[in-house]
């Protein structure tokens, strides 16, 4: 199972869409041999759940790194 299943199968369309869309990112992110961290994981649930934009999220992460 992924960090984003329960989304997938029991959230809110528009959160199934992000839920989706989160996981591609991080399976590229695992091919290219990369481990994802915290902090992404729990900024990305945020967005899921509606609590902060992409555009916040892009500010996060490169405020983050």
């Not at 399976?27 to 649930?45: C, E, F, H, I, P």
């Not at 967005?47 to 983050?64: N, T």
Request: net charge negative; charged share 25%.
């Amino acid at each position: 199972m992924s960090e984003f299943d329960e989304y997938i199968v029991h959230g809110e369309p528009g959160q199934r869409e992000k839920a989706d869309a989160w996981q591609t990112a991080i399976g590229l992110q695992n091919v290219g041999g990369l481990k994802v961290s915290d902090y992404l994981l729990d900024t990305a649930r945020q967005h899921i759940e509606g609590y902060i934009s992409i555009d916040d999220v892009q500010k996060c992460i490169k405020a983050y790194y």
